[in-house]
């Protein structure tokens, strides 16, 4: 059987499970775990493993030879392209591209728009032999429209703002923005977002 989905699961009708892959030598098993939420529109390929409680927005796409955790959130308008690996409980907002051999370990959040890329020189025959994605660790956050650059590390808690372009490694806990993406606060502290926050949402009411 190259299509196995662990009932109860929620499928809608118009999704297409079980893509076939010129990519694949032999017929690989589609496996989803039970409680799985699929809506109108996705593509999901052979060859993909998807833990418990998978949830999908409108129209995503998960490729092949994918190895997906429980409790993970894709949704509408997104692509996980072949060879990934995503942990558990990671949430992956719309319209983001997942790039081939990437890897987003547990508790990891990418917002709307974000692009992990894989490919130095595009082109180029030496560097498709060499691609990989960005690893993106434990619990990072990754802000609106950022974009990651291929073998690049986002370390453990680390926070990327909204439309910055990762060239080189994060270290764990601390803030980047920007383009290129600079190190603005190191091993930062949950008290000091609340407080940013709070100071912002005064600004905010202030400019009203």
């Not at 809506?39 to 493993?49: A, H, I, M, N, Q």
């Not at 949950?190 to 949402?201: A, F, I, N, Q």
Request: proline share 5%; glycine share 8%.
């Amino acid at each position: 059987m190259s299509v196995l989905v662990e009932n109860p699961c929620d499928v809608h009708p118009s999704a297409i499970l079980g893509y076939p892959s010129p990519l694949l030598k032999q017929k690989e098993t589609l496996v989803i775990s039970k409680n799985a939420k699929i809506r109108s529109g996705c593509v999901l390929y052979l060859g993909t493993k998807i833990g418990e409680s998978l949830e999908l927005g409108h129209n995503v796409v998960i490729r092949e030879r994918n190895v997906i955790g429980h409790h993970v959130s894709i949704w509408s308008n997104s692509v996980v392209d072949y060879g990934c690996v995503i942990g558990n409980n990671v949430k992956i907002h719309c319209n983001c591209y997942i790039a081939q051999y990437s890897v987003i370990e547990d508790n990891a959040f990418l917002a709307p728009g974000v692009v992990l890329a894989n490919d130095l020189y595009p082109g180029i025959e030496e560097s498709k032999q060499r691609m990989k994605g960005p690893l993106i660790r434990r619990g990072a956050q990754i802000g609106v429209n950022a974009t990651i650059l291929p073998f690049v590390e986002i370390g453990e808690e680390a926070i990327v703002g909204a439309g910055s372009v990762v060239t080189k490694n994060v270290p764990r806990r601390s803030i980047v923005v920007g383009n290129p993406a600079r190190v603005i606060k190191q091993e930062y502290k949950k008290e000091d977002l609340v407080e940013s926050l709070k100071r912002r949402l005064i600004q905010l009411d202030q400019a009203r």
